[in-house]
């Protein structure tokens, strides 16, 4: 704004007005203090919240025997027949004899002279699992030459696959190739064909019968209709690559070692929350939530999950699998002891941390209570922390204008008071101007 220094007065009358205004943006300097305060505890807050979801996600992993539990697989022909976890597994050993393997129907056209050889036209009918697909052979679709009719066929038939082949014949060599998307004999593909007119006579004949694929299993013959069955083996999928050199020996068994990773990562995901918590009472240097209400009962609810008995008739309780809480409320594991116990008693186990109220379970639901963004104890909290400071940015925007306006006022005043003195002075001056000249006068 523009200078109102005392020409007349001879007043610093800027300075003035700037101590005058510090002084009245007191108010506003403690509302931006408080602002700041109430920001780093909802960023204390959030930090806090983001802790308990990251906790959530770990226990989500592994709150249920299928998540928890932990197998391995293994072939003695791997080239010929995989194996892979898929769930729940029953330990044991299996002899597995691929006898053959699941195949998709495949019908082989007959030869042309080229992709592009015109052919009678008339109508396909590919018959699926699925129903009847008409195709019509017409030089309107493109579908007179093999070229044309293949790409038709991919865009507009569902469940086959089809290509022109080139078989290096010396006179016709060109042919249309049909492939089912699915193996196994209830997926056979078959074509009917009616033409007439001139060009070269589309036929087809069998390369490839659809069949099932066989195998032996514990001298038991089984079918399946893919090469990947998920359902031969409790909790493996199986991967026939091959017919077997005689009999494969498939082994499945529990892996307590993984179990125990898992175990781990809800380990280190609670003791992040647990370090973060204390961080905010402590003696020297406290976080901004010290003597927080919200982050006591958050820690109170926590560890007396940790107290809660998740025993059963063959585990005493957590301690008995290596898990256990120190004085400053870490979580402890032992991960020998909990390989050795859920190596013994793999069921057991399961129960007490992924069964009906296990640990992983219950400490999940209370989580979820806490962090609950309708009814839990969190996000009331932050929307307090935003309404507050919603409330005091107003408030700030409302005393800035006043203050402009104050400032105002005073430089209008001192305005005045300058145009007052001057013409005080102006009068002053014609006053002596006049006494002198009566003086001069008088002599």
């Given at each position: 704004?523009?200078?109102?220094?005392?020409?007349?007065?001879?007043?610093?009358?800027?300075?003035?007005?700037?101590?005058?205004?510090?002084?009245?943006?007191?108010?506003?300097?403690?509302?931006?203090?408080?602002?700041?305060?109430?920001?780093?505890?909802?960023?204390?807050?959030?930090?806090?919240?983001?802790?308990?979801?990251?906790?959530?996600?770990?226990?989500?992993?592994?709150?249920?025997?299928?998540?928890?539990?932990?197998?391995?697989?293994?072939?003695?022909?791997?080239?010929?027949?995989?194996?892979?976890?898929?769930?729940?597994?029953?330990?044991?050993?299996?002899?597995?004899?691929?006898?053959?393997?699941?195949?998709?129907?495949?019908?082989?056209?007959?030869?042309?002279?080229?992709?592009?050889?015109?052919?009678?036209?008339?109508?396909?009918?590919?018959?699926?699992?699925?129903?009847?697909?008409?195709?019509?052979?017409?030089?309107?679709?493109?579908?007179?030459?093999l070229t044309g009719l293949a790409s038709y066929i991919n865009e507009n038939v569902d469940g086959v696959n089809a290509y022109v082949l080139d078989t290096g014949d010396g006179t016709t060599p060109f042919r249309l190739m049909i492939e089912g998307e699915q193996g196994g004999a209830a997926n056979e593909v078959s074509t009917s064909i009616s033409s007439s007119g001139s060009g070269r006579e589309l036929t087809f004949d069998t390369a490839r019968s659809a069949s099932d694929a066989e195998l032996l299993?514990?001298?038991t013959t089984v079918y399946r209709d893919n090469n990947t069955p998920s359902d031969v083996l409790p909790g493996v999928q199986l991967d026939l690559k091959n017919v077997t050199?005689?009999?494969?020996?498939?082994?499945?068994?529990?892996?307590?070692?993984?179990?125990?990773?898992?175990v781990e990562s809800v380990v280190e995901a609670y003791n992040k929350l647990n370090d973060f918590i204390r961080s905010q009472s402590k003696a020297e240097d406290p976080g901004p939530l010290a003597g927080d209400a919200t982050v006591r009962t958050v820690q109170r609810r926590i560890q007396s999950m940790m107290s809660a008995n998740y025993g059963n008739a063959d585990i005493s309780g957590l301690g008995a699998l290596g898990l256990g809480t120190s004085q400053t409320g870490e979580l402890e594991f032992d991960s020998a002891e909990f390989t050795a116990k859920a190596g013994s008693n793999y069921a057991a186990a399961l129960d007490v941390l992924t069964g009906v109220g296990g640990f992983f379970g219950a400490m999940h639901s209370q989580l979820d209570l806490i962090t609950d963004t309708s009814?839990?104890?969190?996000?009331?909290?932050?929307?307090?922390y935003d309404n507050q400071i919603t409330d005091l940015n107003d408030r700030i925007d409302d005393s800035s204008f006043r203050l402009e306006q104050y400032e105002q006022t005073l430089r209008s005043q001192f305005t005045q008071m300058e145009s007052l003195l001057l013409t005080y002075q102006s009068t002053?001056?014609?006053?002596?101007?006049?006494?002198?000249?009566?003086?001069s006068n008088n002599s």
């Open positions: 704004m523009p200078s109102v220094d005392g020409l007349i007065s001879g007043l610093d009358t800027s300075s003035i007005i700037s101590q005058l205004m510090d002084v009245a943006r007191a108010p506003i300097r403690a509302m931006q203090s408080n602002i700041s305060r109430i920001e780093s505890r909802r960023t204390a807050m959030q930090e806090m919240n983001t802790l308990m979801s990251d906790l959530q996600s770990a226990l989500a992993a592994v709150d249920t025997g299928g998540e928890f539990g932990a197998a391995t697989v293994s072939s003695s022909q791997q080239d010929s027949l995989g194996a892979s976890v898929t769930g729940d597994v029953t330990p044991g050993t299996h002899t597995i004899q691929v006898l053959s393997l699941a195949e998709s129907t495949v019908l082989r056209g007959n030869g042309f002279s080229s992709a592009d050889e015109e052919m009678r036209a008339g109508t396909l009918s590919i018959t699926t699992a699925a129903g009847v697909t008409d195709v019509p052979l017409d030089a309107a679709d493109g579908t007179r030459t299993v514990d001298n050199s005689g009999e494969a020996r498939i082994t499945v068994g529990r892996d307590p070692t993984a179990m125990a990773t898992k009814t839990g104890l969190i996000q009331p909290r932050l929307d307090s002053g001056d014609y006053l002596a101007a006049q006494l002198s000249s009566l003086s």
